[in-house]
């Protein structure tokens, strides 16, 4: 079997939502015919841009597709999906927001907050996984640290609790 067709398996493995680890994944190829090593499911998931991220209260591989949403999606809408399926801490560096997420998970938060238009919010600026959002004074960093935390609370009642650093 090819690369890209033991790919495709694994992409189709990690969209249905119930795999928590490699191993896992390695496990489900074998049981269809299929050796793969966990290096090889490593790259196949890197390749394909996956995520570990949480649903419904577990730890699994979210695929980008997962994580951003249908490309019509709001900005806000989308914001509150990504907060609801990965890990964010919240800390101020005034004027700056900063977020901390999942390896790999950064950009895409980011990319949201951007597109969400909000008010006071200047621009982004992300790494892997931290987020530096400039905020134009005091005032629109509280604001807009009430609002992720405010979108994390509500998400957080059907996920796995996440910690604020004060």
Same mark, same amino acid.
């Given at each position: 079997? !090819?690369?890209?067709?033991?790919? =495709? +398996? +694994?992409?189709?493995?990690?969209?249905?939502?119930?795999? /928590?680890?490699?191993? %896992?994944?390695?496990?489900?190829?074998?049981?269809?015919?299929? /050796?793969?090593?966990?290096?090889?499911?490593?790259? &196949?998931?890197?390749?394909?841009?996956?995520?570990?991220? !949480?649903?419904?209260? /577990?730890? +699994?591989?979210?695929?980008?597709?997962?994580?951003?949403?249908?490309?019509?999606?709001?900005?806000? =809408?989308?914001?509150?999906?990504?907060?609801? %399926? #990965?890990?964010?801490?919240?800390? =101020?560096?005034?004027?700056?927001?900063? #977020?901390?997420?999942?390896?790999?998970?950064?950009?895409?938060?980011?990319?949201?907050? &951007?597109?969400? $238009?909000?008010?006071?919010?200047?621009?982004?600026?992300?790494?892997? %996984?931290?987020? $530096?959002?400039?905020?134009?004074?005091? &005032? !629109?960093?509280?604001?807009?640290?009430?609002?992720? =935390?405010?979108?994390?609370?509500?998400? !957080? #009642?059907?996920?796995?609790?996440?910690?604020?650093?004060?």
């Amino acid at each position: 079997m !090819s690369g890209n067709a033991r790919r =495709e +398996v +694994v992409r189709q493995l990690v969209a249905s939502g119930r795999f /928590h680890s490699q191993a %896992d994944i390695v496990a489900a190829l074998a049981e269809r015919g299929m /050796h793969a090593t966990q290096a090889t499911v490593s790259r &196949d998931l890197a390749a394909l841009g996956a995520l570990r991220g !949480s649903r419904g209260g /577990h730890t +699994v591989y979210l695929l980008p597709d997962d994580v951003l949403g249908v490309p019509e999606a709001a900005g806000m =809408e989308r914001l509150r999906r990504l907060i609801g %399926d #990965l890990p964010l801490i919240i800390d =101020e560096a005034p004027p700056l927001l900063v #977020l901390r997420t999942s390896p790999g998970a950064a950009h895409v938060i980011a990319s949201a907050i &951007d597109l969400g $238009f909000l008010p006071g919010v200047v621009g982004s600026v992300a790494g892997d %996984d931290t987020i $530096f959002v400039a905020c134009r004074d005091r &005032d !629109s960093l509280k604001t807009l640290r009430t609002l992720l =935390e405010s979108i994390r609370g509500s998400a !957080s #009642l059907s996920t796995e609790p996440m910690r604020t650093v004060p």
